[in-house]
């Protein structure tokens, strides 16, 4: 590889760092939609996990973007898209019993799910593709 990544190369990475940077911001500014996803099975506040995800998120976002901590970010990134799994599947079940929660929300609820796999699968390109 060359000693200086052309940009197009970079960009997965630094796509991913945004998103991560501003669903980590988001559990400070609103923590209870990301409180109420929290597996019921983890022992311990639903807050703490909650800001302790949003500092992981801001932290991978910043290693992200960090031209020399990019290929450790690409590896936690694909690491932090399958820890927060379960609780994207925890959200999608509380959605499907809720009778609060408008169909189309549920259809969203169950459709995100697949989506941790273009995100794993692009966080594992950052890595890949880091100098």
Same mark, same amino acid.
């Given at each position: 590889? $060359?000693?200086?990544?052309?940009?197009?190369?970079?960009?997965?990475?630094l796509?991913?760092?945004?998103?991560?940077?501003?669903?980590?911001?988001?559990?400070?500014?609103?923590?209870?939609?990301?409180?109420?996803?929290?597996?019921?099975?983890?022992?311990? $506040?639903?807050? +703490?996990?909650?800001y +302790?995800?949003? %500092?992981?998120?801001?932290?991978?976002?910043?290693?992200?973007?960090?031209?020399?901590?990019?290929r450790l970010?690409?590896?936690?990134?694909?690491?932090?898209?399958?820890? %927060?799994?379960?609780?994207?599947?925890?959200?999608? %079940?509380?959605?499907l019993?809720?009778?609060?929660?408008?169909?189309?929300?549920?259809? %969203?609820?169950?459709?995100? &799910?697949?989506?941790?796999?273009? &995100?794993?699968?692009?966080?594992?390109?950052?890595?890949r593709? +880091?100098?």
């Amino acid at each position: 590889m $060359s000693s200086h990544p052309n940009r197009l190369s970079q960009a997965p990475a630094l796509r991913l760092a945004a998103v991560l940077f501003g669903a980590g911001a988001l559990h400070f500014v609103r923590p209870q939609p990301f409180d109420a996803i929290v597996p019921r099975a983890l022992p311990g $506040s639903a807050r +703490a996990y909650t800001y +302790a995800s949003g %500092v992981a998120e801001i932290a991978t976002a910043t290693a992200l973007a960090v031209p020399r901590t990019r290929r450790l970010g690409g590896g936690l990134a694909a690491a932090l898209f399958i820890a %927060v799994f379960p609780a994207n599947v925890q959200m999608a %079940v509380s959605w499907l019993r809720s009778n609060r929660t408008s169909t189309p929300a549920k259809a %969203v609820a169950v459709a995100r &799910l697949p989506l941790q796999i273009p &995100l794993v699968t692009e966080a594992l390109k950052a890595r890949r593709n +880091a100098e």
